[in-house]
């Protein structure tokens, strides 16, 4: 609504409605960015709104089905990366890419290093990369080997390597999700200079202060499409995060209430957790965290992306291995647990957000990626009996209205939203006593979504321990019983799910009153 | 984290250009080659004159040279099993065409077009086609050990007296000590490969492939020719050394230098260059092969003990570098 | 070519059907070629009691490499490799043999039966060897099971003392050239393993476990797999079936020499297993493609010298055979000849053979 008061001085960048779909998907669904020089432009939106893709359409690595780019008043469409780069159009991704093996100045000048009669001037070349790392301030001894330095520093040489191709625009993704304040500060140095000297750069990242404090500009994407641009300064994080993760009311107000008075009787506190976790912690993922699980309680885990909600899942299945802290299930005797094996020894059950990194066996048939958690805990000498299998399987298709109904069909041939089921079946065939459900509804459809959630609040109603993460505070909010939030790798919040709406939620994360909240800070 | 942009003075530069962790597996393997040597010198009466090791070089200079080419392509993280049958394809073309009668020029000529072929299809088939290193080799290794069975299936002598003459001739060091001249060229293929590697922009790129493939994609580096060039040089470089083998066995034979790609791996291994990629230096290589030389001259001298402590000495020496490699980069 | 691989959908039992259409295909041809070569290729009498024929003799001679085979499908579908089986195998026949020489009851059957098993047993160890330095120390498997190849022909050799250590002893012969209900022990012994195996693997959750290793490692661990024990078994199990491969050559020669014995038989073993259709990046593997695959080496080695063709050319045709199998398995290659199919409509043609 704001888009009038930007008055553009000639853009470097417009991408004008563009588009790109994969298969059925429509990654990008007409979008439209244009990029100033000298301004630092953020790029918003939660897992899947279409970042990575529009920055990867712009950069040559996806061919865009419909819509024009535009660089400096001239159509064009990048064949290659390395195209891109060679227009001024430079990337430096999450992940360094840069190689470890060899020296700072080696990997600012791979490729176009200085040489005297055919040979390269190591010389040169390190006086070049000194030069350029003093003109950022940057501060390494650029003969040093990269991979010595910690990911922050190899960070701001990817930026130093983009700058020196004289890059007009600079792409950051996530540039500092794996640095400390300090190290943020000297990357921010150094694109408020660059900003000044004329850069373009577009900035992405989940950590909301870091983006008001650096940006001048931002679009905001939700589900491939653009939902705003806005100038900062003239932006509330509360606006922002309402843009990002929108509303999405219609589903499913049918279960709002009644879930919610089931322990409202049984008072939480008066009963033995059954899982319990005391300053339980990760460096770089989560701070020490105290969290208690009650049976038959859905224990909704609110934040925005990189607030610490996969990791603090992670931590409670011993999927990554905890710095601090203890677990304790079911009041038995306090150990960590070191292994995800461990852990589902003790009835806990994990469904991770990568589906298909972490959970699915694409070339495996439906029943097998079903069973195969019940099959791993009892080992390969005692396979899972014939008549046990069918029974089962069926049971689990039938019960998660899992589609098409072929237990033999290869898991990769279902949708998204069948395959979700299929991994809850084959934690819910293990009879686990906590479910940990990290985003168990993103990316499927509507109506695979709705049966997910009245299957967890059923389950919960016969006696599990739940804990559900969602990007989607409203899920969340509908769900849980119990809501914790956390924001920046803290557990800034925990409340009964009483009264609380959206609102109250975003004003929690943001700190922005839009009313009076009382606040219960965890003790960290 | 210091920052000096420096007046380079030669003691700054040696000073900086020692970090330990980087060259720890070499002086680990240059440490080991000077101890055996020691210890032979203190056990075995003759062990420690300078001809012994001077003998050791001309003893490997083949597998120095077939080492140098295993180095180019483990750097960049892939494998040469072709090596070997590599070396006795161009003995058998070398010893054919000079039983035909070729002129040694012309000889020398085929020989290292056949191995550099040989390895620039290798190359092609893994890079355009993504087919294993180790597999693509693998038909490499199938394939020369049957051309030589085409072309001939008993041992061809060379007679040549040009051949004869080189595989003979020595140059005299002060002190009476002689070196072989098959022995000087491969400390000359070291030098130009040391060369290559460390001040070409092929020779970085080699290491940045090791490094990380990927990155270097995105950094924009020629990736397809790098990749095919460094099977290009193994082939070309067990050319090399075949003709080596064939002037130091003065035969071509289909059955020379069966498993010979084991001992260049493991020299390369030993030599302190992962196998993974991206970390080691041709010198290692160097030390590697005499390191395994000296195992054998140990083993000669001693004369109680027998020649498979060889291969179970190499067993460990490959194992202890791969255990450590590991503990080194794990951190 | 009435089917062709662009229009089959890799679904079910037609993916199977599919991945094993060239090699037997292959194996069909080389055996027309062998039946117009010699038309008694095909014959197959009864002597004494005992089956003899060329195709006898196929699977015979291909028994080792059969052996080897089935153990290497299992590594490679946990994303693994095993060099040392050919060491493995001369360190079998190794101790066997020098155990039998030094018995005072060289010639009894009970010292073939300890012998073959205490040779058995040293494979346990060195299959756990293996499995320890890949699922414990967590080296890539190449490199972890490189060290034994390139030790272990000198540790056989240690055993026999640098000796080629010749045995008489009858009951060890017959794992060679012995005959049960009229077929060659090898062979049943071969065929034995192979259908054990797949009993295992398919009625066991073995198979599963297996493959899900292979195909996701990480999900494989969030779902609570015992990875480690799995890997371990595989290499184990890998060693076992080289031991016996390596028992029935000493046993073939009555004599073991280090040197020599199972010299490559890693690579074949290998080349059988992507034949086969089982991918050298792990996950689904088929032992029934193995089969075809060593059946097809072993068709092979013996058609060379049938066809008049010096036996040792064979190691040519193995490398055809490498590079067509690669190529036909590899996206890319597909991917150009797909292209190259669109532009001629008349469908694949032998340029497959040749790219």
Redo the contacts between chains.
């Keep these: 609504m704001s888009q009038a008061e930007v008055k553009p001085p000639g853009p470097v960048v417009e991408m004008l409605d563009v588009s790109i779909t994969f298969g059925a998907v429509r990654a990008l669904d007409e979008v439209s960015l244009r990029l100033l020089p000298g301004e630092v432009h953020a790029l918003m939106g939660e897992n899947g709104a279409g970042k990575s893709t529009l920055i990867k359409a712009l950069t040559g690595v996806y061919t865009i089905d419909s819509g024009r780019v535009v660089i400096d008043g001239v159509e064009t469409q990048f064949a290659t ?2 195209a891109a ?2 227009a001024g159009i430079s990337t430096v ?1 999450q992940e360094v ?6 020296t700072v100045a ?1 990997n600012m000048l ?2 176009r ?1 200085p ?1 005297r009669l ?3 001037d ?2 040169e070349m ?2 070049r990369a ?2 350029s790392l ?1 003109a950022l301030g940057i ?7 990269l991979g ?2 910690p990911i922050a ?1 190899q960070q701001l040489v990817a930026i130093a ?1 983009a700058v020196d191709t004289d890059a007009r625009v600079l792409i950051l993704d996530e540039p500092t999700s794996s640095l400390d304040a300090d190290e943020v500060a000297r990357l921010f140095e150094v694109m408020r200079r660059l900003r000044d000297h004329g850069t373009a750069i577009v900035f992405v990242s989940h950590f909301l202060d870091q983006v008001f404090e650096i940006s001048d500009r931002m679009t905001i994407l939700r589900n491939g499409r653009v939902v705003g641009e806005r100038l900062v300064e003239e932006t509330t994080q509360l606006e922002l995060v309402q843009l990002m993760i929108g509303r999405d009311l219609q589903v499913l107000e049918r279960l709002d209430h009644a879930a919610h008075e089931a322990t409202e009787e049984t008072s939480a506190e008066q009963r033995l957790p059954v899982l319990s976790a005391v300053g339980l912690g990760r460096k770089g993922s989560l701070e020490a965290t105290d969290l208690n699980l009650y049976a038959g309680e859905v224990v909704g885990i609110a934040g925005l992306l990189g607030s610490g909600r996969t990791e603090l899942a992670r931590l409670l ?1 011993g ?1 990554d291995a905890p710095d601090t802290g203890d677990l304790t299930v079911k009041g038995s005797s306090r150990r960590r647990l070191r ?3 461990h852990a ?2 003790r009835k806990l059950a ?1 469904c ?1 957000e990568d589906r298909k ?8 048939s439906v029943a ?1 990626n079903m069973l ?2 019940l ?10 009996p014939a008549i046990t299998r069918s029974t089962l399987v069926s049971e689990f298709m039938t019960a998660l209205d899992i589609r098409p109904a072929d237990p ?3 898991m990769r ?1 279902l949708s998204g939203g069948n395959q979700q089921k299929v991994l809850l079946a ?1 934690w819910l065939i293990t009879e686990p006593d906590v479910l940990l459900l990290d985003e168990p509804t993103r990316g499927i459809d509507i109506g695979a979504k709705t049966q997910i959630q009245q299957l967890v609040a059923d389950l919960a109603e016969k006696g599990m321990s739940v804990v559900f993460i969602s990007a989607e505070l409203e899920e969340v909010l509908r769900l849980s019983h119990r809501l914790v939030v956390l924001k920046d790798r803290r557990k800034i919040a925990e409340r009964p799910n009483r009264g609380i709406d959206v609102n109250d939620v975003l004003e929690i994360i943001t700190g922005e009153p839009g009313g009076l909240v009382e606040k219960e800070w965890a003790d960290a | 984290m210091s920052i000096t942009v420096p007046e380079e003075g030669l003691l700054a530069r040696a000073a900086r250009f020692s970090p330990p962790r980087r060259y720890l597996p070499v002086l680990g393997t240059f440490a080991l080659f000077i101890g055996m040597f020691g210890v032979g010198g203190i056990r075995y009466e003759g062990f420690a004159d300078p001809q012994v090791f001077l003998t050791l070089l001309l003893d490997n200079a083949f597998l120095i040279v077939l080492a140098v080419g295993m180095t180019f392509v483990i750097l960049t993280g892939g494998i040469d099993l072709s090596v070997g049958s590599n070396v006795a394809l161009s003995t058998l073309i070398a010893a054919r065409t000079l039983e035909l009668g070729w002129p040694v020029v012309a000889v020398i000529g085929v020989v290292l077009l056949a191995g550099t072929l040989l390895g620039t299809a290798m190359g092609l088939l893994i890079h355009y086609f993504d087919i294993q290193p180790f597999i693509a080799t693998l038909a490499g290794m199938f394939l020369a050990r049957g051309l030589c069975y085409l072309i001939s299936v008993d041992s061809i002598p060379i007679k040549d007296e040009t051949f004869s003459a080189i595989a003979f001739g020595s140059i005299t060091l002060p002190g009476g000590y002689y070196l072989g001249w098959t022995a000087v060229f491969a400390l000359v293929i070291v030098a130009v490969a040391a060369y290559v590697l460390s001040s070409t922009r092929f020779g970085r790129t080699v290491y940045a492939l090791g490094g990380s493939e990927p990155s270097a994609l995105l950094m924009g580096l020629p990736v397809a020719a790098t990749k095919v060039g460094v099977y290009a040089i193994s082939g070309l470089c067990a050319a090399l050394g075949g003709l080596l083998f064939a002037l130091y066995t003065l035969s071509g034979y289909s059955l020379h230098a069966v498993g010979m790609e084991l001992d260049a791996i493991a020299a390369v291994v030993i030599g302190g260059t992962l196998l993974t990629g991206g970390r080691g230096f041709v010198i290692g290589s160097l030390l590697g092969v005499l390191v395994l030389g000296t195992i054998q001259t140990f083993i000669s001298f001693d004369g109680t003990l027998s020649s498979w402590w060889t291969r179970i000495t190499i067993g460990v020496l490959v194992l202890v570098f791969v255990v450590a490699q590991r503990v080194l980069t794990r951190r | 070519m009435p089917e062709s691989p662009g229009t089959v959908k890799a679904l079910g039992a037609r993916a199977l059907a599919h991945r094993l259409f060239w090699p037997l295909a292959a194996l069909g041809a080389l055996l027309v070629v062998n039946l117009i070569a010699t038309p008694t290729f095909f014959n197959v009498r009864i002597q004494d009691g005992h089956l003899f024929g060329s195709l006898v003799d196929i699977v015979r001679n291909g028994a080792p490499v059969l052996l080897v085979a089935i153990g290497m499908t299992l590594v490679i579908a946990t994303r693994g490799i095993d060099l040392s089986v050919g060491a493995v195998a001369a360190i079998a026949g190794a101790v066997a043999c020098v155990y039998i020489v030094k018995s005072p009851a060289d010639g009894a059957a009970g010292t073939a039966v300890v012998a073959v098993t205490m040779a058995l047993a040293v494979c346990v160890a060195l299959g756990l060897w293996n499995g320890f330095l890949v699922s414990v120390v967590g080296i890539q498997p190449i490199i972890a099971t490189l060290v034994l190849m390139v030790a272990g022909r000198g540790i056989a050799m240690l055993v026999t003392g640098g000796q080629i250590t010749t045995v008489n002893n009858d009951t060890f012969a017959a794992l060679a050239s012995g005959h049960l209900l009229t077929l060659p022990v090898a062979a049943l012994i071969a065929l034995g393993v192979f259908a054990a195996t797949q009993i295992v693997v398919r009625r066991t959750a073995l198979g599963l476990l297996i493959e899900s290793v292979g195909i996701n490692p990480e999900a494989s661990r969030l779902a609570g797999v015992r990875s480690r024990t799995i890997i371990w078994t595989v290499y184990v199990f890998a060693a076992l079936c080289a031991g016996t491969a390596g028992l029935i050559v000493a046993a073939n020669t009555h004599s073991v020499n280090a040197n020599s014995l199972g010299l490559w038989i890693e690579l074949d073993a290998i080349l059988a297993v992507v034949i086969g259709g089982t991918s050298l990046a792990g996950g689904r593997f088929s032992l029934t493609g193995t089969l075809v695959g060593a059946m097809l080496i072993a068709t092979l080695t013996r058609t060379i010298p049938n066809i008049g063709i010096p036996a040792e050319a064979n190691y040519l045709f193995k490398a055809l055979v490498v590079v067509i199998v690669c190529l036909l398995q590899s996206p890319k290659a597909r991917a150009v000849l797909q292209r190259r199919r669109d532009r001629t409509p008349t469908g694949p043609s032998r340029e497959e053979a040749v790219v």
């Design positions: 990366p390395a780069q060679h991704y890419n840069l190689v470890p093996n060899l080696e791979l490729g290093e040489r055919g040979r390269i190591r010389r390190n006086r000194a030069a003093q501060d390494v001894d650029p003969a040093s080997e010595s330095h520093v390597r299945f999927a292994s995800p094996r589902i020894d994990f991770s990194a972490e959970g699915v066996f694409g070339e495996l097998d195969l958690g099959q791993a805990s009892r080992g390969w000498l005692r396979p899972i033999s069909l290869p041939s084959r």
